[in-house]
């Protein structure tokens, strides 16, 4: 059984999602010397191309940081710099700590399929958006996408140490209308989707491109439960 552990620390500050660079920023500028799971940018600059284990996001319209497995025990080097007093953009901010969850998560294949919601979700990139547009069935771009979050869900697994034994299975049940996110300067199309899948995913995961910075984010469905992230 592969466990993970996850914690979400929930700030009582409300940001925007244009912000959560910035958040970001705040965060990394509080410390001297961040370790790198803080920014994924070596002593050289040089990226570190590993799944972010750190991720800053945007939860019920409030700053959240998610940590993952190895960065559970380094965000603590945050709250040890004690500098909570911090600048998003201009705007002059105390950071306020309002929920705290701890969990270890189950992250396998099972026979029964789970339901998510994945909210900004950057699939695409300059090559495969050339193969997606050029598909003119709607089933067509729907297999397409399932394949890049199926990708998308295989290189999480690996990033945190974890293979699977049998095969990874995605459905893509219904989809907004996609549209153009800007991320790092550039605009790029997003999607939120519903899906079913084979795998037990942690709740509040990122998937596909820029999930340090809150896109891709994941939540399951569950009866009678509001999945509203924004």
Request: glycine share 8%.
């Amino acid at each position: 059984m592969n466990k993970q552990k996850i914690l979400i620390i929930g700030f009582a500050n409300e940001i925007k999602r244009e912000e959560i660079h910035l958040f970001r920023g705040a965060v990394i500028n509080a410390m001297q010397n961040a370790n790198l799971l803080f920014h994924n940018h070596d002593s050289e600059d040089k990226l570190r191309y590993s799944y972010p284990l750190i991720q800053y996001k945007r939860i019920h319209r409030k700053a959240a940081i998610v940590c993952i497995g190895e960065g559970t025990e380094v965000i603590g080097e945050f709250f040890s710099a004690g500098k909570f007093d911090v600048l998003i953009g201009n705007r002059p901010v105390t950071l306020e700590v309002d929920s705290v969850k701890a969990n270890q998560s189950i992250i396998q294949i099972w026979q029964d399929d789970f339901t998510y919601r994945i909210r900004t979700w950057l699939p695409l990139n300059q090559i495969n958006y050339g193969m997606y547009s050029r598909l003119d069935g709607i089933a067509e771009k729907y297999s397409f996408l399932e394949r890049m979050l199926t990708g998308n869900i295989l290189s999480f697994a690996k990033g945190v140490g974890i293979h699977f034994d049998k095969q990874v299975q995605c459905c893509i049940t219904a989809a907004d209308e996609p549209r153009l996110t800007r991320y790092k300067g550039v605009k790029m199309m997003s999607f939120d989707v519903e899906f079913k899948s084979n795998v037990s995913l942690p709740d509040y995961i990122g998937l596909g491109k820029g999930v340090s910075l809150g896109c891709g984010t994941v939540v399951r469905k569950y009866e009678k439960n509001s999945d509203n992230n924004e």
